[in-house]
C-alpha cells in the first residue's frame, strides 16, 4: 500500500455469544470452514498485544464517544514467542476495517519500550513512519496489554474469516509483553465469548444463514477498550 487512500478496507462485525451459542455455532462452522492454519490446537491460539495511547486518552475516548473515524497502534506477537512481531495499525471507519502492519525484531521492540524510537525512520514502511511520529509527537506510550485466545475460521470465497475470542484478559502489572512475571486478569465472564464475522465485498449466502443472530446480539465489542477499562478499575482500588 503507497497511502491510506489505496488501504483495503473489510467488514468487521462483533457479537457477544454465550458459551452455549458459541458451542453450537463452532460445531456448525466447522463443517463447512477451515480452522485456521496458525492454530496450535482446538482452541486456537494466543493473541498478546501491546496497545499505545497518548496523555489525552484519545484511544480510548475515541471509541467510548462513538468517534466513526478512528485507529489504534499496537504491537502484537503470538503463542507466548518472539518469532513474529508486528507493529500494527487498525483503522476504523464505522463498521469497515484496515489492518496495517510491519515486521519488527526483538530489539527493535525492546529499543520501542526503552522509549528509543529512531531506528523506525530508517525503516522503508510507511507505517513505521507515521507510528514514529505518533510516538515522538503525540506522545503515544504503552497502555495496556490484551490477552486473548482465538479460535479462527476462514472461508476462500469473499475472503470470510469468523474467529471466537476467549480468556479475554489484561495485564496489571507490566508493559511487556514478555515479562515472565507478568499477570493477567480476565475481563468478561466465562460463560462470554466475542465472535467477530471478517469479510471483504460479500458475505456468502450460506455462511449468513449459519451465523444469523438468534440469541446473540451484534455489539460495538472494542477488546482495547475492556481491558484498558479493566487496569484503570484496578489502579483505582
Not at 456448525?28 to 492454530?39: F, G, I, N, Q, T
Not at 506477537?77 to 526483538?106: H, Q, T, W
Not at 486478569?185 to 449466502?205: A, G, H, Q, R
Request: charged share 30%; net charge neutral; glycine share 2%.
Amino acid at each position: 500500500m503507497l497511502g491510506r487512500e489505496r488501504r483495503k478496507l473489510r467488514t468487521e462485525q462483533k457479537y457477544y455469544l454465550h458459551i452455549h451459542d458459541y458451542l453450537s455455532l463452532r460445531n456448525r462452522l466447522s463443517s463447512v470452514m477451515d480452522l485456521d492454519k496458525h492454530s496450535i490446537n482446538e482452541e486456537g491460539y494466543n493473541i498478546r498485544s501491546l496497545y499505545f495511547d497518548d496523555p489525552h486518552r484519545t484511544a480510548l475516548t475515541t471509541k467510548n464517544d462513538g468517534i466513526f473515524n478512528r485507529e489504534k497502534y499496537r504491537i502484537r506477537m503470538y503463542n507466548d514467542s518472539n518469532e513474529v512481531i508486528n507493529v500494527e495499525r487498525k483503522s476504523k471507519f464505522g463498521e469497515y476495517v484496515c489492518k496495517e502492519s510491519a515486521p519488527l525484531s526483538l530489539e527493535e521492540y525492546t529499543a520501542i519500550l526503552a522509549g528509543d524510537f529512531s531506528f523506525l525512520l530508517q525503516r522503508e514502511e510507511r507505517l513505521l513512519h507515521e507510528f514514529y511520529a505518533a510516538l515522538t509527537t503525540r506522545h503515544y506510550r504503552p497502555s495496556v496489554i490484551v490477552d486473548y485466545w482465538r479460535e479462527a475460521y476462514v472461508y476462500t470465497w469473499g475472503n470470510v474469516r469468523i474467529t471466537f475470542d476467549k480468556k479475554l484478559s489484561a495485564a496489571v502489572n507490566t508493559y511487556d509483553v514478555f515479562d515472565p512475571n507478568l499477570t493477567l486478569e480476565e475481563v468478561l465472564p466465562t460463560e462470554l465469548t466475542i465472535m467477530e464475522v471478517k469479510f471483504d465485498s460479500f458475505l456468502p449466502e450460506h455462511i449468513r444463514m449459519l451465523i444469523s443472530p438468534k440469541s446473540h446480539v451484534r455489539s460495538s465489542i472494542s477488546k482495547y477498550v475492556l481491558c484498558r477499562e479493566k487496569t484503570l478499575q484496578h489502579f483505582k482500588e
